[in-house]
Every structure is written in C-alpha cells, then in structure tokens.
C-alpha cells in the first residue's frame, strides 16, 4: 500500500492520528491537484454520464422525463468541462473538491427513472429464489421476528440512517487536516464503488423487501429511529436499487478507506458499519444477499481502486 501513502513524505504528524502540520510540499503537491484536467473521480462521473446519456438517447422512449435528465447532463458536462480547465475561481475550490459527494443524491434519485429503459419491471423473483435457497427462507422477514427488541431495533436502524454521513465524516477529517491527496484518493475510491451500484442498477433493477413484501409497521419496531428511517425511505427512496445495496457498498468501501488512513476513524465507524449491513435485512429494506453483495463490492473497489487513483493524480 506504499502509494496510498506517498503524501507522507510531504507532512509531518503533530497531533496525534489524522492531525498534521503542512509543508511547502504538502502546498505544492495541493497546487499541482488542481491543475488543469480531469481528477480520476471526475473521469468515473464523466464515464457514468455517457453511459447513461447513449441510454436516454437510444431508450429515452421507456424513461420519465427523458429531457430533464438529458438537460441534467449536459449541465454536468459543462461542469465538468470547467472543472478540466483548473479555473475555479480560488474561493470556489473546494467546491470543485466536494461537488461529487454533493451531486450524489441526485444520481441516487434519478436511477429510478433510469433502469425502466430496458425493462418494465424487477428482478425480485430470482433474488427472493436465492435467498430461499441460500438461508431456507426469507431473512428480510424473518430476522425481526427472531429478535424483536426494541433497543436492538432502534440501534440497528440508527446505525442503517449513519449511511448518510458516514461518507463525508473521513472526507472531513482528511479535508481538514489538508491530506488533500489522500482525501481525493479516498473520494474516488468511494465514488468508484457507488457508480459500480447505479450502472448495475440500470441493468438489473430490484425493488428490495421494502416494496416487495408488506413493510413492517415502523412504531412496532421503535420510537425514534424506525419511523425516522420509514420517512426518509418513502420520501427519497429510488425504487429498483436494491441490488446491491449501495449503502453497504458504500459503507464497507469508507470503512476499508478508513482502515487505509485513519485507525480511530476505523474503530468509530466499527460501531456502526457491521450495524448497517444488519439493519439493512433487520429493517426490510434489503434483501440478505444485496447486503453481501454490497459489502464484496466494497471490499473489491477497496483492494484495486486506490492504487489505480494514487497514481493517477499528478504529483508536486
């Protein structure tokens, strides 16, 4: 793992695990990122777009809202297109730095109108068949009534809702402690394995337990949490992206990350990765088998992408 760690000839540790002084040569290798051209995240996004774009194009037709999507697009494009001049205005830099978490939730919700182009409906029946004769039964259903407590319930979905900041958390601690190349090697990392998720979903769409059976009643389950997480499910879930299930891909990927560059973010996200996975099946919202699915995706990305990334940035 030597070049995920080149940075450390440019920064000396002051405080302790993720806390460092910055050197004139931490400044120039933080100058020659933002040289003109393409990071490797931003070639990942600008690979997704056209692949969805030939999509629109030559199966617009089954897609609701096809212009809006395209116009979605050509917006990112020229977004792009500025972000490959090295232009951003010094101010708006880290702008350029965090855009592509930031346009995340936009290509989450857009996957549901995307992956009707090839096909009407979801592969569900496959999936619940392999799940039938992996674990004899339908896990999503049945973990819950095996283990009905309501501390265990309101830990694992608070630790399935964590989704949510999990991704910026190490992206903060890396931004502020100016490990800029580390961060954009950990950025696209973690990029790399959500595209891997919406390309399949565009391909192989499943609903998930969620839609498939009857959702289990949320203040049955707890107080707090599990009618917290039913909210933001029915109001920004993406039907058809169930497999595999990009919060454990995602999850697992920021974990490894974490492992790789900051071993206190590793053991506090512990806590809650592991929980995710579960509370994914525990809560009905995934299928057993799209969580291991998810968390063999990350595991992959992590082992082959970081390297790739690392030497693709430019150096000081």
């Known amino acids: 793992m030597k070049d995920l760690h080149e ?26 990122l933002d040289r003109p051209g393409l990071r490797p995240v931003e070639v990942m ?23 809006l999507l395209l116009a979605t697009r050509l917006a990112l494009g020229l977004l792009l297109a500025l972000s490959a001049t090295g ?10 730095d965090w855009y592509p978490i930031m346009i995340s939730p936009l290509f989450y919700s857009e996957a549901g109108l995307l992956n009707r182009a090839f096909t009407s409906g979801y592969f569900d029946v496959p999936v619940t068949g392999w799940e039938n004769w992996i674990f004899g039964g339908q896990p999503s259903v049945d973990l819950r009534d095996w283990a009905p407590q309501a501390l265990l319930s309101e ?40 595209f891997a998720c919406l390309t399949i979903y565009l391909f192989f769409p499943v609903a998930g337990p969620f839609y498939s059976f009857t959702p289990p009643d949320p203040r049955a389950m707890g107080q707090f949490m599990p009618p917290l997480v039913h909210w933001v499910l029915r109001h920004g879930s993406s039907v058809g992206t169930a497999f595999p299930s990009s919060h454990v891909a995602v999850a697992v990927t920021v974990l490894m990350m974490a492992w790789t560059y900051s071993r206190k973010a590793f053991w506090v996200l512990l806590a809650f990765v592991p929980a995710l996975a579960v509370g994914a099946v525990y809560g009905g ?14 595991l992959v990305v992590w082992r082959f992408v970081p390297g790739w990334i690392s030497s693709s940035l430019p150096e000081a």
């Open 45 to 67: 996004l600008a690979a997704y777009l056209v692949i969805t774009t030939v999509v629109l194009v030559l199966k617009g037709g089954h897609v609701h809202k096809p212009g």
């Open 285 to 298: 919202f995934h299928y057993a088998i799209d969580t291991l699915a998810g968390a063999a995706l990350g």
């Open 155 to 194: 830990y694992l979905h608070l630790a399935y809702f964590s989704y949510y900041f999990l991704v910026p958390s190490l992206g903060l601690v890396l931004y502020l402690s100016k490990r800029h190349r580390e961060f954009h090697v950990y950025l696209g990392t973690v990029s790399a394995a959500f």
């Open 7 to 32: 940075v450390e000839a440019k920064v000396i540790p002051s405080l302790g695990d993720g806390a460092t002084r910055t050197l004139p040569g931490a400044r120039a290798e933080t100058r020659a």
């Open 87 to 96: 232009r951003f205005p010094s101010a708006l830099k880290w702008i350029r």
